[in-house]
């Protein structure tokens, strides 16, 4: 890999992570308002709404464990999906309560005891979304091995490679199934700068890079799903904007679908 280029793929994480500089611009608006409050757990809540809605649904954030880019939040997420969200620092012991459970890029180690209540949450039917993204990211090496260890114990066919692709601009994944309920309504989806995941029998590829990776895929445990996504960005609050005609990374109608096809 040539130092200088992977020197600026990292000045642009950075930006990524500090959430604005010259030539980027904010997340998507959305117009339904957020009333913030403080979780039993310590956590930000955030109320919101502009999907279909989930009576008493609510969306968990984990921002412990290290996040290599500690910036991004999920609160479109949740607002995709009329849920309420919280992020914290520590899995709460009702983790099985929440409908949909975000974790991104760690670099600590999870106990077995955090990988217990992730895996009780997906036997209840819940939907555990873990990001991880290109190695360039600082501290990826960690990044990966850590996802791989929990996909590993959770019994996930899924395995992060670790690798660095389709970096400089905006780039279109396209939908590996058609008939997929998770990427349903839309064909393909922006992207930029993403890791590559290799699955087993027990997996099934969600979205297919221009590289040729797979860049988001499934897994069905009991009646809970994992979803692997190789790009921090797409679902999350981050908005690149890249000098690509009608192009805007992670801003398209096609991110706000997928984010309520997944929770």
């Not at 930000?44 to 500690?70: H, I, M, Q, V």
């Not at 996930?156 to 998770?182: Q, R």
């Not at 690509?244 to 096809?261: H, I, L, M």
């Amino acid at each position: 890999m040539d130092e200088t280029h992977d020197g600026s793929r990292r000045n642009v994480l950075r930006l990524l992570g500090a959430g604005a500089a010259a030539g980027w611009v904010a997340p998507l608006v959305l117009s339904t308002p957020a009333i913030a409050q403080t979780s039993p757990g310590g956590g930000t809540t955030t109320t919101t709404g502009g999907g279909p809605p989930t009576p008493n649904g609510k969306l968990f954030d984990y921002t412990g464990g290290d996040r290599a880019l500690s910036g991004l939040a999920h609160t479109q997420l949740a607002t995709a999906n009329s849920l309420t969200y919280t992020s914290g620092a520590t899995l709460p012991a009702d983790l099985a309560s929440y409908n949909c459970i975000v974790l991104s890029a760690h670099r600590v180690g999870f106990s077995a005891g955090e990988v217990a209540l992730l895996a009780a949450a997906l036997t209840a039917g819940r939907t555990v979304i873990y990001e991880t993204d290109s190695r360039v990211v600082a501290g990826s090496n960690a990044m990966s091995t850590v996802f791989n260890a929990v996909a590993t114990g959770l019994g996930i066919g899924v395995t992060d490679d670790n690798a660095d692709l389709d970096f400089s601009t905006c780039y279109l994944a396209s939908v590996t199934n058609a008939a997929e309920p998770l990427t349903l309504g839309f064909t393909s989806i922006s992207y930029n700068l993403t890791s590559r995941l290799t699955l087993t029998a027990s997996a099934r590829s969600l979205l297919t890079g221009v590289s040729g990776q797979v860049l988001a895929a499934a897994q069905t445990v009991g009646t809970g799903t994992f979803v692997a996504i190789a790009d921090v960005n797409i679902v999350s609050d981050a908005a690149l904007s890249v000098n690509v005609p009608g192009n805007e990374c992670y801003t398209s109608a096609a991110v706000t679908r997928f984010r309520q096809n997944l929770c």
